[in-house]
């Protein structure tokens, strides 16, 4: 089997979520890439700033707005190192990101091909293309390496 090698934005997530990590965060990480550049870096900082809010695709979509200093983020790639919560999805819908990538898939809190399966339903206002499986060994092996440390 042909192992390619993780394409920067992906590495750039997997980074962010390492540095949760470190900080006693759940490891996920997001970027949003437009043009081929970063242009926001994230990770899950739900517990330092006391708000439940604080997912990576949130904090990274709210600072992509600011850089970009418009509330539609189209043009945008999303990647994280988790299939976004329902939350997450909907504020991706909200943003108007052209593509989401992510590594690991979450059969109990994700909401884009499982659970709620948000931007397959009938009212959802914008359909991102996804893709999956991009890092996922890495991802989910930095998940249960976190998890395993706090039991």
Known sequence: MT???LPASMRAALDAAAQAARAGEVPIGAVIVKD???IAS???MPRADHDP???AEVLAIRAAAAALLQERLTGCELWVTLEPCAMCAGAIVHARLDRVYYAASDPKGG???HGARVFDAPGCLHRPEVYSGIGEAEAAEL???FFRERR
């Open 3 to 5: 192992r390619w090698p």
């Open 36 to 38: 081929g550049v970063v």
């Open 42 to 44: 994230a990770h899950n």
């Open 53 to 55: 809010t604080a997912h």
């Open 111 to 113: 909401a884009v091909e």
């Open 143 to 145: 998940l249960r390496g």
